[in-house]
């Protein structure tokens, strides 16, 4: 039969099967004009982030990157990762048409028809390297999430032009190469701040040994209290820079003591935000601090974001810099292998920063 807006779906395998075996997604649930949420979208109350949570008169630091070597600029950013573990960056070295193109190219795939983009699926992607899904890791949650999202990890660009989708490929592969210059800018001072002058080929690779894009689709959704478009959790990456549009949604755990409370990320336009993941966290043994965010569903806008993710090699094994530990430091975490974290991370349904007890000591 059909699906009718009144029961759109017999039961569960019909809507798994629409949403994420036929590639329509969330983006095509909320195209069907759904007048309710299906209950598989349905967050425990815990989950949801209630109103009475958000600290209006707060913000993450702003920083302008137009100084970004003078000392107190530098200051102001490794104070931020520790305090904050977020911070958006203003006047940056990343061309405002780049940012406009890679939002424009978000748009076009996801535009494009359920089959093209059901290509680049888990069971039809030609490579791990291309992944178009839904939710965050559908086999593995109790409830989903609000969010569709194209995933490109950066090989090389031959195998980039292979294998990524046309309706992005460029704009992506500019976006991540102008966004190199300033992910390096951060990189440095925050070693500095730690005492490490010297990124040697070591250190650039467990820094920033790989990189990886996602595109995020978030549609307008039937009744976004009883959702999330992303579950409480912390990044597995060193650095996360993210390009968010103008809807708003993105909210960070606030830094007083255990509280939960939640900062919006307000949007800034030509802005990036940057936050520190777990692999920085575990490598500066916990001096900068991987923080707790979550994006909300909105019932009236779509939202798009395109977070890159800068992380170590997958090879690499992770732990307290020995700088730290050779200053007489006591490590709070063991060495462990990046690709064993990450796989650990992809596991299990978002929850919060429990992902890091995987490296504690
Ligand atoms: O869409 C956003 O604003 C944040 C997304 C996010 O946290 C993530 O993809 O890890
Ligand atoms: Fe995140």
Redesign the pocket.
């Given at each position: 039969m059909a699906p009718t807006l009144a029961e759109p779906f017999a039961d569960s395998s019909a809507l798994t099967e629409f949403v994420i075996n036929q590639g329509n997604g969330v983006k095509g649930l909320s195209e069907m004009g759904l007048k309710a949420l299906p209950k598989q979208y349905i967050q425990p109350l815990e989950e949801r982030l209630s109103m009475n949570k958000i600290l209006d008169q707060e913000a993450i630091p702003i920083i302008d990157m137009s100084k970004w070597e003078d000392p107190q600029v530098a200051k102001s950013i490794c104070d931020a990762a520790s305090k904050w573990g977020f911070f958006q960056i203003v006047n940056h070295d990343v061309p405002v048409q780049v940012l406009e193109n890679v939002k424009q190219a978000t748009y076009r795939f996801f535009g494009l028809p359920a089959e093209e983009k059901n290509k680049y699926s888990k069971e039809h992607s030609p490579s791990n390297s291309v992944r178009f899904g839904t939710s965050f890791s559908p086999q593995a949650e109790k409830a989903l999430e609000w969010?569709d999202?194209l995933s490109l990890f950066y090989v090389s660009d031959e195998e980039a032009f292979a294998l990524w989708p046309p309706a992005c490929r460029d704009q992506v592969l500019d976006y991540m190469k102008k966004s190199e210059v300033v992910i390096k800018q951060l990189l440095q001072v925050l070693m500095k701040g730690l005492n490490v002058t010297e990124i040697d080929q070591t250190k650039e690779s467990l820094l920033m040994g790989s990189m990886r894009t996602?595109l995020?689709y978030?549609p307008i959704c039937p009744d976004p209290e009883l959702t999330v478009?992303?579950g409480r959790?912390s990044?597995v990456s060193t650095l996360?820079m993210?390009l968010?549009d103008e809807i708003g949604?993105?909210f960070v755990k606030g830094n007083e003591g255990d509280d939960d409370n939640w900062i919006h990320?307000r949007p800034i336009k030509g802005s990036l935000?940057i936050n520190v993941g777990d692999a920085l966290q575990i490598l500066s043994n916990r001096r900068y601090r991987s923080v707790e965010?979550?994006?909300v569903a909105n019932g009236s806008k779509n939202?798009?974001?395109v977070?890159i993710?800068v992380n170590p090699s997958p090879s690499n094994m992770i732990g307290p810099l020995p700088e730290l530990i050779a200053s007489g430091e006591k490590p709070i975490y063991k060495q462990v292998l990046y690709s064993d974290y990450v796989k650990h991370f992809f596991s299990k349904a978002h929850d919060g920063k429990k992902t890091v007890e995987f490296a504690q000591l």
């Open positions: 969010k999202y996602n995020n978030y478009g992303v959790h990044d996360t993210l968010q949604g993105l990320v935000v965010h979550r994006v939202r798009i974001s977070p993710f």
